[in-house]
């Protein structure tokens, strides 16, 4: 079977291929936590853990089974046996087209629950919000509204809806309240309401006229929570060498965490893999702090450097370090809060 990364090297070259993987272990090396100096005099902490959910899919399913080694002979005596396949995964593939992916693999570090700790942030904003629209009940709504009010049988409510049904649509009725005439403001309402039906012109004029407009009978109707997002802002300003090189992990930890995978199939980007969702606590001396927060995606990643000035810290290697780093991030929660979630939760 091809190994990977062997692929990768023998396709990119050994030195790109160990260059990158050394960059890695030495970003995952590097202490995932701000500040690192002067740590015990502000006790607020804000931690983020992520972690990736492994979801089967239909496709893996199929391929596991389908490219799984079945080196097992047929017994001829054995009635309940049946035929095995005895070719390897690769000479499957190599029959079917569909060949071992020849990326190298990811770190693994990758969404295995790595943590991140930083200063709690002067100002925490939680908003919590139910979304309504506007629903136009009209008179059949309303008819509805009160039989259901007043304690009809199903019975009665069937025979009133069906009384306004027919003052609506019947067109003997709006004949009859022109013969009649249109002095009482029943039969005005009566005739704008079915002449509406007929024709908006009709409608304006009887409305304009007799200064009587149709009451659209509003209400609110409940679409749900909505999602709650979250901003957490920071300024780190690094005051060592080895805190400028934690502030460098803690921006790629959150980059390389915000990001979906490409699910690839006979060599296209077919899907997109979830990335990973993250927990997130406030603490003040080790003790919870505000309200909980549900396992939350990252939406949003925002690094400015050297936002004051344009200065560096030198690292002693002939290069430099930025003199600060403001980083933004914004997070969405995975589902939309209940009572129950508020109630019991602690959410």
């Not at 095995?84 to 693994?108: F, K, W």
């Not at 901003?231 to 060498?241: D, E, G, N």
């Not at 002939?318 to 602690?346: H, V």
């Amino acid at each position: 079977m091809v190994d990977p990364l062997n692929d990768a090297i023998a396709r990119t070259g050994v030195a790109s291929v160990t260059n990158s993987m050394q960059r890695y272990q030495k970003a995952f090396k590097q202490p995932l936590r701000y500040p690192l100096e002067d740590n015990d005099n502000y006790k607020g902490r804000i931690s983020f853990v992520a972690k990736q959910e492994e979801g089967a899919t239909i496709q893996q399913e199929l391929v596991d089974r389908l490219f799984k080694d079945t080196r097992v002979t047929t017994d001829p005596e054995d009635d309940t046996s049946t035929q095995t396949n005895d070719l390897s995964q690769e000479e499957i593939r190599a029959m079917t087209g569909l060949r071992s992916s020849t990326r190298s693999p990811l770190p693994s570090y990758l969404g295995s629950g790595r943590k991140c700790v930083l200063y709690l942030p002067n100002t925490i904003q939680f908003q919590d919000a139910v979304s309504y629209s506007n629903i136009d009940l009209g008179l059949l709504g309303a008819t509805a509204e009160a039989a259901i009010n007043s304690g009809m049988t199903g019975k009665e409510a069937l025979g009133a809806l069906a009384g306004a049904a027919t003052s609506i649509f019947s067109a003997e009725g709006l004949s009859e309240a022109f013969n009649k005439g249109l002095g009482s403001q029943g039969a005005q309402v009566a005739a704008l309401r079915l002449a509406r039906r007929i024709n908006t012109e009709v409608a304006g004029a009887i409305s304009t006229e007799t200064g009587i407009a149709l009451n659209p009978n509003k209400r609110a109707a409940l679409l749900g929570p909505n999602l709650r997002t979250f901003r957490f802002s920071f300024k780190m300003i690094p005051t060592s060498l080895k805190e400028a090189e934690s502030i460098k992990a803690i921006v790629q930890f959150f980059r390389e965490e915000m990001m979906p995978e490409n699910v690839t199939e006979l060599g296209i980007n077919s899907a997109l893999r979830y990335p990973s969702k993250f927990d997130i606590r406030m603490t003040y001396n080790g003790k919870k702090v505000a309200h909980g927060i549900l396992p939350s995606f990252l939406t949003d990643v925002n690094v400015t450097y050297n936002s004051s000035s344009m200065a560096f810290h030198s690292d002693g290697e002939g290069g430099g370090n930025f003199q600060e780093t403001d980083l933004s991030l914004a997070f969405t929660e995975e589902r939309t809060l209940n009572k129950r979630d508020i109630a019991l939760g602690g959410y």
